[in-house]
Antibody
Framework: QVQLVESGGGVVQPGRSLRLSCEAS????????MHWVRQAPGKGLEWVAV????????LYADSVKGRFTISRDTSKNTVYLQMNSLRDDDTAVYYC??????????????WGQGTLVTVSS | DVVMTQSPLSLPVTLGQPASISCRSS???????????LNWFQQRPGQSPRRLIY???NRDSGVPDRFSGSGSGTDFTLKISRVEAEDVGIYYC??????????FGQGTKVEIK
């Protein structure tokens, strides 16, 4: 069955860095683009970043552009989110989600369970 | 960016009764290919989001047929024909037509009266 397992969350001080990982299984990873979507405590969903199925395109929300970097390693069926210069308002549960490459809308159809990032001094 | 506006934000319902959630977009969600990329997600308490509906009215695999989506252009609706206890949670609409960014509504909290 499809599984997306996020890891790497934790407590980090403002200005520091953290790298999240999302390991995929149960489907052909190379056929799917991958999103990161976050949810601040008690708040709604906010799209963060996406990487195309072949890594050819990467897009970011304005709120993280220049600070976050998305990447993928097909040999490990894993997508990453490198988060630098973290701020208090980056505190959230971060979900990875897949989107089929043939879907022109790249809508996430399956989500992981999320990993909590807390930015606090 | 496309703004997605849901109403109501809180929806108390009686078990077995219908429920309806509205979602409006700040611009038409019809794509150049003629399709409308409006989606609905359910987030049960303590769980990650699950896609229920894609392209306005198509149910994902395993989604009960008491869930239905409708609408066009900028106005969309998610209906639950008879609410069950397992339907408690927050429902989000999301547009996939004008990206980036992919944008979500604020969420509608469905609870049992």
């Amino acid at each position: 069955q499809v599984q997306l397992v996020e890891s790497g969350g934790g407590v980090v001080q403002p200005g520091r860095s953290l790298r999240l990982s999302c390991e995929a299984s149960g489907f052909t990873f190379s056929s799917y683009g991958m999103h990161w979507v976050r949810q601040a405590p008690g708040k709604g969903l906010e799209w963060v970043a996406v990487i195309w199925y072949d890594g050819s395109n990467k897009l970011y929300a304005d709120s993280v552009k220049g600070r976050f970097t998305i990447s993928r390693d097909t040999s490990k069926n894993t997508v990453y989110l490198q988060m630098n210069s973290l701020r208090d308002d980056d505190t959230a549960v971060y979900y990875c989600a897949r989107a089929y490459r043939a879907d022109i809308a790249m809508v996430p159809d399956y989500w992981g369970q999320g990993t909590l990032v807390t930015v606090s001094s | 960016d496309v703004v997605m506006t849901q109403s109501p934000l809180s929806l108390p319902v009686t078990l077995g009764q219908p429920a309806s959630i509205s979602c409006r977009s700040s611009q038409s969600l019809v794509y150049s290919d003629g399709n409308t990329y409006l989606n609905w997600f359910q987030q049960r308490p303590g769980q990650s989001p699950r896609r229920l509906i894609y392209q306005v009215s198509n149910r994902d695999s395993g989604v009960p047929d008491r869930f239905s989506g409708s609408g066009s252009g900028t106005d969309f609706t998610l209906k639950i024909s008879r609410v069950e206890a397992e339907d408690v949670g927050i429902y989000y609409c999301m547009q996939g037509t004008h990206w980036p960014p992919w944008t979500f509504g604020q969420g509608t909290k469905v609870e049992i009266k």
